[in-house]
């Protein structure tokens, strides 16, 4: 049921994430009055990945002690420090997207504007997070699971934010509604495979 609901929704996300940018980009430049914005995204687009992997370290610290420990057979304490890593992973992630939107917003000059500012930081903020996932490769089943509910929380930031007018921290709930829903799928994911082959090493790619 999930995997028919993510491939209808995946087409037009794939969709958003491949041309959004590009279009909010362009749209930016014709309006003519947001160039420090531009930069600042082009800037970040470039560099915050860099940042990004730096405060991830916990994170991945975390993932890696549990997995030594579902190495070692103590699986209970294995599971816990894997689920708290990605939880910390996430919480990266949500503190910079809710960086960005509200960077964006601080920069709105008109109301007729909102929608392609919110767009062009949908794609900033997802840009860099869809790069790093890209690097390891399409058969880590916890990066696409991630990568996709990330996107999904932002697009509906976008929309919410842009035409329904709901503030940052009310639409950043739906967010963390998609990001607490990826954490618990990928949890399930590794004890499914860890339970079917014992080891997690496709999910760990």
Not at 90 to 110: D, E, R, T
């Amino acid at each position: 049921m999930f995997e028919k609901l993510i491939l209808i929704i995946g087409v037009p996300l794939m969709f958003v994430n491949t041309f959004g940018g590009i279009v909010a980009l362009i749209w930016l430049i014709v309006i003519g009055d947001y160039w420090y914005l531009i930069g600042a995204g082009i800037f970040s687009l470039f560099f915050s990945a860099f940042g990004l992997a730096i405060l991830m370290l916990p994170s991945t610290g975390l993932q890696m002690l549990g997995f030594r420990l579902i190495q070692k057979k103590q699986k209970i304490f294995g599971f816990i420090f894997m689920y708290l890593g990605n939880l910390l992973l996430l919480a990266v992630f949500s503190a910079w997207i809710l960086y960005v939107f509200y960077f964006g917003l601080i920069n709105v000059q008109k109301e007729s504007d909102l929608f392609v500012v919110m767009l062009w930081c949908y794609g900033v903020a997802t840009g860099p997070i869809h790069w790093m996932a890209s690097k390891e490769g399409g058969e880590s089943i916890s990066t696409q699971i991630m990568t996709f509910f990330i996107s999904l929380g932002c697009l509906g930031m976008t929309l919410m934010i842009s035409f329904f007018y709901i503030n940052i921290f009310s639409s950043m709930l739906f967010f963390i509604l998609c990001v607490f829903f990826s954490i618990n799928w990928m949890a399930y994911e590794a004890y499914r495979q860890f339970k079917l082959y014992g080891t997690l090493e496709t999910l760990k790619k």
